[in-house]
């Protein structure tokens, strides 16, 4: 879905979201979380599949509608210091904010590994008119691409890797990036995941999308939609998901 | 602009310069909206409630969405009182609106602790008291729900501080009239009500209760009736000013509540919805003075013709 404000497509970077609200009117009452998968122009692009009552009502949007639309809103992806290659791992939707990262932060120089559950679930980079991104494909049930997920892609693809990557860049469900997370962390790589959470506001008030923190710094729990939605994998507990 | 309706209210031995107020919870610090409003056109911002020491809260999930509102079980987390004081005060203070402190203790002892330590602080307009907050096991649910408990808290409350004292009651209550009295009796300047009704939600593919704490607070449009039956109530109940608060989304809701006769509304879970929901709300119900021929908002308060 297509987006239109010069404003919000000129602030937007990689990992941040919109808060749309799908109609107007009490129920559903909350705006929902959606990752920006590309800025483009006047218009950001937001990937979704219709899951829910929420989703449900937005695929119902005609075109040359209006939506209300906060954002963008948290802390996107980071950039480390000096060159080298950079690893994407995408699970399911979880590839939108990986795209708008390979689209202007990294255009070149990253590698794209994406997981879905089979064949039709399969989001091209094409379909949000990325026309020169590669991408290897992983599906659970072996219909298209590797057989197996995502995070065995990663194996492969980083024992095949000289010199390793210098950051991998993660977005999914959490037992995906559970698995990269540990994978990165065992190779010693830096590693960014951006995570979804249920939230009210965006805007750190409610404080209802907590997630556990690692204890590294002095917080007990980060708020997804302000510390992040991108975290650095050593930040979070990943035993308390 | 002579023809502007005077929106200024008192609420006891406070001054508001609307009648609008957010809640506590739904609003963080203040700080959190100030890039997406000028907070000053607000009536007033009471703070997410201070307790002694610091509180994580609770485990996720924390909130889930039900039909025309939410259930929460933040678990009251917030900075406790010293980082309060220190990192959040000083900036609340030079705003230009009303400052109102929520807070909340898990003895009668620690409520009255956490009101002195607000003493000889400048900028605190008044203090709200949570005694209803369901979410905490040891504490809240307890002194909310007796009227004995209400009175002995907020006794102790208005005993520590040297701000005017709000009481916020519980509606998870079997006689709302009787804990208003006790509190009334026991020295408050004001009442808020309602807190949260106290709910739940359950998966059913899992058959695991929604939220990680089981139960949590309702809040949204879906209370706003009971919310208005109960302020209704407490106005009949007592002679201290009331604030309504439940579930008010515009500016037609926060007129019902004061055509109830509550002096000020608060502004809760629409905060989530649009930030900017408190000051519609100003803008709602100086449009409303206007095109109705009401010279000042005070003249609507406890208005409603019953039979």
Same mark, same amino acid.
């Given at each position: 879905m297509g987006l239109k404000s010069p404003e919000m497509a000129a602030a937007a970077v990689p990992g941040q979201f919109v808060m749309i609200r799908v109609r107007q009117g009490m129920d559903p009452l909350l705006r929902r979380p959606f990752s920006i998968c590309r800025a483009d122009g006047d218009l950001i692009l937001v990937l979704y599949r219709v899951a829910g009552r929420g989703t449900g009502i937005l695929s119902e949007m005609r075109q040359g509608g209006s939506l209300n639309v906060m954002g963008p809103l948290g802390r996107g992806f980071g950039r480390p210091f000096g060159g080298g290659r950079a690893v994407l791992a995408a699970g399911g939707m979880g590839i939108a904010p990986l795209l708008f990262l390979t689209d202007s932060v990294w255009p070149g120089a990253c590698d794209l590994l994406a997981g879905f559950a089979s064949s039709d679930q399969v989001i091209r980079p094409d379909r949000v008119g990325l026309f020169n991104v590669g991408m290897s494909v992983a599906t659970d049930d072996g219909s298209q691409g590797r057989p197996g997920t995502v995070a065995d892609l990663l194996e492969e693809h980083l024992s095949d890797m000289?010199?390793?990557?210098?950051i991998i860049f993660a977005c999914g469900p959490i037992p995906m990036l559970k698995a990269i997370a540990g994978i990165a962390m065992r190779r010693d790589i830096p590693c960014q995941v951006s995570l979804e959470a249920a939230m009210a506001? %965006?805007? %750190?008030?409610?404080? %209802?999308c907590a997630v556990k923190a690692s204890g590294r710094g002095d917080r007990a729990y980060w708020h997804v939609c302000q510390d992040g939605p991108v975290f650095d994998a050593r930040d979070l507990d990943w035993g308390a998901f | 602009m002579a023809d502007l309706p005077d929106l200024k209210v008192r609420v006891g031995p406070l001054n508001l310069k609307n009648p609008v107020l957010t809640a506590s919870g739904t609003f963080g610090y203040g700080a959190e909206f100030a890039p997406l409003m000028d907070l000053n056109r607000l009536g007033g911002i009471v703070v997410k409630g201070i307790s002694l020491r610091p509180r994580e809260g609770n485990r996720p999930p924390r909130i889930v969405e039900t039909p025309c509102g939410m259930l929460n079980a933040i678990g009251l987390a917030n900075v406790g009182l010293e980082a309060f004081l220190i990192e959040k005060l000083p900036w609340l203070r030079r705003l230009g609106t009303a400052v109102i402190v929520n807070i909340y203790g898990h003895s009668v002892e620690e409520y009255g602790e956490v009101a002195a330590g607000l003493r000889g602080a400048d900028g605190i307009s008044a203090i709200e008291v949570n005694i209803s907050c369901p979410n905490v096991k040891q504490g809240g649910m307890a002194f909310g729900t007796d009227p004995d408990m209400s009175a002995r808290v907020t006794a102790r409350v208005v005993k520590a501080a040297d701000q005017p004292v709000i009481v916020k009651l519980s509606p998870n209550v079997t006689d709302i009239q009787r804990i208003a009295m006790a509190v009334e009796d026991a020295g408050a300047d004001a009442l808020t009500l309602i807190n949260t009704l106290t709910g739940m939600a359950i998966d059913i593919e899992r058959r695991v209760p929604r939220l990680a704490n089981v139960s949590g607070g309702l809040s949204g449009p879906a209370i706003r009736p009971v919310a208005l039956y109960m302020v209704r109530q407490a106005v009949k109940a007592v002679h201290i000013p009331v604030i309504g608060v439940g579930g008010i989304m515009d500016y037609r809701d926060a007129l019902e509540f004061l055509i109830a006769g509550a002096r000020a509304v608060q502004v809760g879970t629409a905060n989530f919805v649009h930030p900017r929901s408190g000051l519609h709300i100003v803008g709602g119900l100086t449009d409303f003075c206007r095109a109705h021929g009401i010279p000042a908002i005070e003249e609507i308060i406890g208005t409603l013709r019953e039979e």
């Open positions: 000289d010199p390793e990557p210098v506001c %965006g805007l %750190g008030a409610c404080q %209802g | -």
